[in-house]
């Protein structure tokens, strides 16, 4: 499977971007689809996630609930994040990643993902 990312960019404070990330090569509800990001000098983090479990449950991290929200278009097979309300602090570059379902308390984990796109920027200035 391959993970193409696109959609950052540079924004104010407050402003709004859209996060896609095509999937290829296989269905997307195949797998958890992943958002995680990786600010200058930190470690890669959690940000969002979408898991297939009857129909599709989201997840996300403390720090962007309420402001993020994941999506996906099955029929485009892509997953989305909306980013909202964005902050100086939300600068980073935001990777999507997949892995085949597995189990729930690991949704987290970036080392449970296989499968990653190459990342797109999002700058937040003030």
């Known amino acids: 499977v391959q993970l193409q990312a696109s959609g950052g960019g540079l924004v104010q404070t407050g402003g709004s971007l859209r996060l896609s990330c095509v999937v290829s090569?296989?269905?997307?509800?195949?797998?958890?689809m992943g958002w995680f990001r990786q600010a200058p000098g930190e470690e890669r983090e959690f940000v969002a996630a979408?898991?297939?479990?009857?129909?599709?449950?989201?997840y996300y991290a403390d720090s962007v609930k309420g402001r993020f929200t994941a999506s996906r278009d099955g029929a485009k097979n892509t997953v989305y994040l909306q980013m909202n309300s964005l902050k100086r602090e939300d600068r980073a570059v935001y990777y999507c990643?997949?892995?085949?379902?597995?189990?729930?308390?690991?949704?987290?984990?970036?080392?449970?993902?296989?499968?990653w796109g190459q990342g797109t920027q999002v700058t937040v200035s003030s």
């Open positions: 990643a997949a892995r085949f379902r597995s189990v729930l308390n690991t949704l987290r984990l970036e080392s449970t993902y296989p499968y």
């Open positions: 979408i898991r297939r479990s009857g129909g599709f449950t989201f």
């Open positions: 090569g296989r269905t997307s509800s195949d797998y958890d």
